[in-house]
């Protein structure tokens, strides 16, 4: 403050080059020793937990969420929120897999090729995207409420339009994503681990990224420095529904089929919540990355493989998923500095 | 001296620090009953930081507070704190919705309300002190000036006896201004201590007995004001080491070129804004010419600015830069089509706050800088910020610093480094120099006087006269329409505060 101008500019170089590129390591980490904490508890707990087996199964149930989680964070980076993703994750492939099997298998009968089921389920997820950006951005209707209708209309979708019933015998290639593997490795995860880096890279390095943040730290400042305020958040909102789509192909392959509970009635968004939150996304919009976002993947897979190796009762194992949940809220708040505050 | 004896308020050497900056240093300070002390400095001089710890929301790491030679509360014990000195901040803190009874009382009224009351010992304040505001008025419905007067109202409600003011008149007009001196002049006749924030020395001069100045954390001088000169003063803020870059860039220094190519034309606008109205303005920039907009605060000085940039709509009329119609109430396009813009709000639309200070300064150039597939290297945009913010001085520690860290006058200077980076044919600066320190000020002018020279047109809306020595004409805006234009600099300041009222020059001779 009191020095003057351009010797410590160049001083400060490597330093500086790190905050220019908005890389903070230590918050970026922030997460890593409650993740080595909880392997050591997985550890104790049961010798299947630190098998390459167990985590690749950790990795296949955890993509799903993940690529989810990327499209919400993305979304409250912009400083909006998308309650629908969790009935996008489930509509788009009831949709798409509808159109795709047999009738035998509860199909509409028109038996269309997987592939086109894949593009008609990529164009689903992109186009709830848009109508809920056009409605939040253009109609300047609060997000909360509406894609909280939106959550609601598209579950009722999901279920009526094959009468509640589960679609199954899903074609090789419309299950490919979600069920195949390389050696022990799925190909969910690889795919969901790309969509983490690539993702990441754009909102670091890439101008379309860049302006993501400049618009969730201040609308107006960004608009006043000639960025489409508008047409980011619309984008996003698409690139949101989109990835939610993919996700819910992803779980579909996982399960070989398409239930009507799937999204809305399994309750993924507080998961999704959850997992960006502790990961350091703010829900006030600016802030938050890749990295966090995937730590906070990661510990809700981890934790929910705990609970099932350790053999928690049915009854009590959503109580104490949501109380493991709010404890790595906390932990993430205290570890992750004064930035990761709510203002009281 | 109104007043002698025992200090109301003092400070007694008090450090505090931010990390490695060290906002305050063994600072000595004491305020007596009935004494208007003036407090002064560039930004980043420690003001905000003394105002946080006279107000009770930060601790200093060394030295004492007292009141009445009593030891103060604890920190952030603000309840206690207010029984002695209450602090009335440059942002409003009145909660709209609510009356100005209940504003005055807020916090302070016992469990169960009697609004009855309320209202009364409200009025009571209010004619005790001269004030004439209903007690039923909704907050929402207030001037600026009235706003002022409930937050005043509410630090003499608590029993402060030493009221702080900061930055009272930066959003006042100069009728309201006036008016606010004459309040002053009141408390400290009834025994009130004020201290008095301001960078309009001249104001200072007008009400304070004392002066006090702050300079990089340090209290450099404490004087009487009528022992001073103005140079005086602003030698105390400045220092002795004057940056040759700090030269008053007057219009008459830039050579006067032959009539130069228009840049902007505007044809005719006008605009419906809570601003303030524009019935039908019709203007023409030149290229390396300082157009200067002034006229109260409602006259539409800023809605012309935020038009012509883009960032409000229009209700008819034309803009076209170089001879070329810009869509109205596009921001993205203005820019395109080769507009800047200085916002009148830093705040609201001047930068991001977390983001640093190479990124905010290079946010109107991301296209250019960035490769043919959109990706954008840190270290480019650490190059393309440099000239820019070493230009204008910005004092900071390295590029990545969050500006929202910044003090006032180098937040400005980001915004302004945003406005030039993208090298604009037109500069729309709306109060550039607003809440910005003496020094900083005649940067930011100066940074604006050289981007004319260099061949860009300048609209420099403001109703800040300092600011238009700058200016080639100066048009002046009453109701949202000219008024009148004076073109020969230098500029008569009566002459122009005539003008902004309506009152034609014929009238006033």
């Known amino acids: 403050m009191i020095s003057n101008s351009a010797a410590p500019l160049r001083g400060a170089a490597v330093g500086s080059w790190l905050r220019g590129a908005n890389i903070n390591v230590l918050r970026e980490v922030a997460l890593l020793p409650v993740l080595i904490l909880l392997i050591i508890v997985g550890t104790v707990v049961s010798p299947a937990f630190l098998t390459a087996s167990n985590f690749a199964g950790i990795g296949q149930q955890s993509a799903a969420l993940g690529v989810v989680v990327v499209g919400e964070s993305l979304i409250l980076i912009i400083g909006g929120m998308d309650l629908s993703l969790e009935s996008t994750y489930g509509l788009a492939p009831m949709v798409a897999a509808w ?31 848009l109508i809920n950006g056009f409605l939040i951005v253009k109609g300047r209707l609060n997000g909360f409420i509406v894609t909280l209708g939106m959550t609601i209309v598209l579950a009722g979708l999901q279920n009526g339009i094959v009468k509640a019933q589960t679609l199954f015998s899903l074609p090789g290639p419309f299950g490919y994503l979600g069920a195949a593997s390389v050696g022990q490795v799925p190909v969910s995860l690889i795919v969901a681990v790309l969509i983490f880096v690539a993702t990441g890279l754009f909102l670091r390095y890439h101008r379309g990224g860049r ?134 | 001296m109104t007043s002698s004896g025992q200090a109301l308020v003092e400070v007694t050497g008090v450090d505090k620090s931010f990390g490695t900056t060290r906002a305050l240093r063994g600072v000595d300070l004491s305020i007596r009953a009935g004494q208007c002390l003036g407090l002064v400095g560039r930004n980043g001089a420690g003001k905000s930081t003394l105002v946080s710890i006279l107000s009770g929301l930060a601790e200093p790491d060394a030295g004492t507070v007292r009141f009445g030679g009593q030891p103060a509360p604890r920190a952030g014990d603000i309840a206690r704190w207010q029984e002695w000195i209450a602090t009335v901040f440059q942002h409003s803190m009145i909660v709209a919705d609510l009356s100005v009874a209940e504003n005055v009382f807020l916090g302070a009224t016992p469990r169960l309300v009697n609004w009855r009351e309320v209202r009364a010992r409200t009025r009571d304040i209010m004619s005790e002190w001269g004030f004439d505001i209903p007690a039923q008025t909704l907050c929402r419905d207030l001037s600026v000036e009235q706003l002022q007067v409930v937050e005043i109202a509410r630090s003499l409600a608590r029993g402060a006896r030493c009221v702080v003011l900061d930055e009272p008149t ?122 200067g907009v002034t006229g109260l605060l409602s006259a539409g000085v800023a809605t012309l600015g935020r038009v012509v940039a883009g960032a409000e709509d229009t209700a008819g009329g034309e803009i076209r830069l170089r001879g070329r119609p810009v869509p109205a109430g596009r921001r993205d396009l203005a820019q395109r089509a080769g507009i800047g813009y200085i916002p009148e709000d830093r705040h609201a639309e001047g930068f991001v706050a977390h983001l640093g200070i190479a990124e905010n300064a290079t946010m109107t150039i991301t296209r250019q800088l960035s490769s043919r597939l959109g990706l954008l290297s840190p270290a480019r945009r650490i190059a393309a910020a440099e000239p820019l913010t070493s230009r204008l001085s910005l004092v900071s520690s390295g590029p990545g610093q969050p500006v929202g860290e910044l003090s006032g006058g180098n937040q400005q200077k980001v915004t302004v480094a945003r406005t030039l980076a993208h090298d604009p044919s037109l500069i729309v600066a709306i109060t550039p120099t607003r809440g910005v320190d003496v020094a900083s000020k005649e940067l930011l002018l100066g940074s604006l006087a050289e981007a004319a020279a260099g061949g860009a047109g ?30 020969e600099p230098p500029f008569d300041r009566d002459e122009l505060i005539v003008a902004t009222e309506g009152i034609a020059q014929e009238a006033v001779e």
Not at chain 1, 106 to 128: E, K, R
Not at chain 1, 252 to 261: D, L, M, P
Request: with cysteine; glycine share 12%; hydrophobic share 50%.
């Open chain 2, 170 to 291: 930066a959003a006042l007009e100069r009728e309201a201004a006036k008016r606010l001196f004459e309040r002053v002049r009141q408390l400290t006749g009834g025994g009130v201590a004020v201290l008095y924030i301001s960078h309009h020395l001249e104001e200072v001069f007008e009400i304070c007995q004392d002066v006090a100045v702050l300079r990089d954390g340090q209290l450099v001088l404490t004087a009487p004001t009528a022992s001073l000169s103005r140079d005086d003063l602003v030698a105390a803020m400045v220092g002795d080491v004057r940056a040759p870059a700090t030269q008053r860039p007057g219009a008459a220094a830039r050579p006067k070129a032959g009539p130069s190519q228009v840049v902007l034309t505007v044809d005719n606008l006008s605009a419906d804004s809570h601003r303030g109205r524009l019935a039908g303005v019709s203007l023409a920039v030149r290229a390396g010419e300082v157009v």
């Open chain 1, 99 to 129: 159109l795709v099997v047999p009738v035998s298998a509860y199909g509409a009968g028109t038996d269309w090729s997987p592939y086109l089921g894949i593009l008609v389920l990529l164009v689903i997820g992109g186009a709830i995207g």
């Open chain 1, 211 to 344: 302006a993501i943040y400049a618009v969730g730290g201040n609308p107006a400042a960004a608009r006043a420095a000639g960025i489409k305020v508008e047409r980011v958040k619309m984008a996003v909102y698409v690139a949101g529904g989109i990835l939610a789509a993919v996700g819910g192909l992803m779980e579909a392959g996982r399960v070989s089929a398409v239930t009507g509970q799937q999204g809305y009635q399994e309750g993924i968004i507080f998961n999704v919540f959850a997992a960006a939150v502790i990961g350091g996304v703010s829900l006030k919009g600016g802030r938050g990355n890749m990295i966090g976002a995937a730590s906070g993947v990661i510990l809700l897979g981890i934790v929910g493989d705990i609970l099932d190796l350790a053999n928690v009762s049915n009854y009590w194992i959503e109580a104490i998923d949501g109380a493991v949940i709010l404890f790595a809220l906390f932990l993430a708040r205290v570890v992750g500095g004064e930035s990761t505050a709510e203002e009281s």
């Open chain 2, 458 to 487: 300048v609209l420099l809306c403001s109703d800040e006269l300092s600011d238009l020595v700058i200016c080639d004409r100066v048009i002046v805006l009453v109701h949202g329409e000219v008024f009148t234009e004076f073109t």
